[in-house]
């Protein structure tokens, strides 16, 4: 996990970015894990819906609740957890 300021231009792989300058964040962004190439966006944002949380203890095994379910593209549907992709 990387804390950014804005996101890059490009994303490494397997690598989860956050934005913000502290906590709370207000964006988790990575390429998606099925290979697709696709980045995905999760708002962190307090009180706005859909809204992702972010679980980091240090910044080495983070876990996002809830799932992420794409709708569209490759349809992937995982859990993060502890740093590990978790297929559904
Ligand atoms: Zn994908």
Redesign the pocket.
């Known amino acids: 996990m990387i804390v950014v300021e804005d996101l890059p231009d490009q994303f490494k792989p397997r690598t989860l970015y956050v934005v913000g300058e502290n906590e709370p964040y207000w964006l988790a962004a990575f390429v ?5 190439g ?1 980045t995905i966006q999760l708002p962190m944002i307090t009180g706005q819906r859909p809204r992702w949380t972010l679980d980091s203890k240090g910044t080495r095994l983070p876990s996002l609740s809830p799932s992420v379910d ?1 709708t569209v ?2 349809r ?1 549907h995982f859990w993060i957890r502890a740093g590990k992709i978790w297929w559904c």
């Open positions: 998606c894990p099925c290979g697709c696709e794409r593209g490759c992937s």
